[in-house]
């Protein structure tokens, strides 16, 4: 199995900072793409982030310069830096991993439990 564990999420005012971190474990041979949605009461969940393994991100029009995604492939750890956050950024945010797992080489979609981050007006 592989699990996803995010931390960083909190309360911050409008235009501050948070940073979010998930760490994957467990049968891991290699993990492909990783990236962040979120999802917000009453909406669907949504892409916020997302970056290869190669280092070739793609992001959500609603973060563009505001929001970076990065990772340390040794760590099996992507991060969200978060900057400028608007109320609307308020939701739920999930981690997500594209695995391939040790021994059968199966791929595997994982998803953490998700960290909440409200921004206050």
């Known amino acids: 199995q592989v699990q996803l564990v995010e931390s960083g999420g909190g309360l911050v005012q409008a235009g501050g900072s948070l940073r979010l971190s998930c760490a994957a474990s467990g049968s891991i041979f290699r993990i492909n793409a990783m990236g962040w949605y979120r999802q917000a009461p009453g909406k669907q969940r949504e892409l916020v982030a997302r970056?290869?393994?190669?280092?070739?991100?793609n992001y959500a029009d609603s973060v563009k310069g505001r929001f970076t995604i990065s990772r340390d492939n040794a760590k099996n750890t992507v991060y969200l830096q978060m900057n400028s956050l608007k109320p609307e950024d308020t939701a739920g945010y999930y981690c997500?991993?594209?695995?391939?797992?040790?021994?059968?080489?199966?791929?595997?979609?994982?998803w953490g439990q998700g960290t909440q981050v409200t921004v206050s007006s």
């Open positions: 970056i290869t393994s190669g280092g070739v991100t």
């Open positions: 997500n991993a594209d695995v391939l797992m040790g021994g059968s080489l199966r791929k595997y979609d994982a």
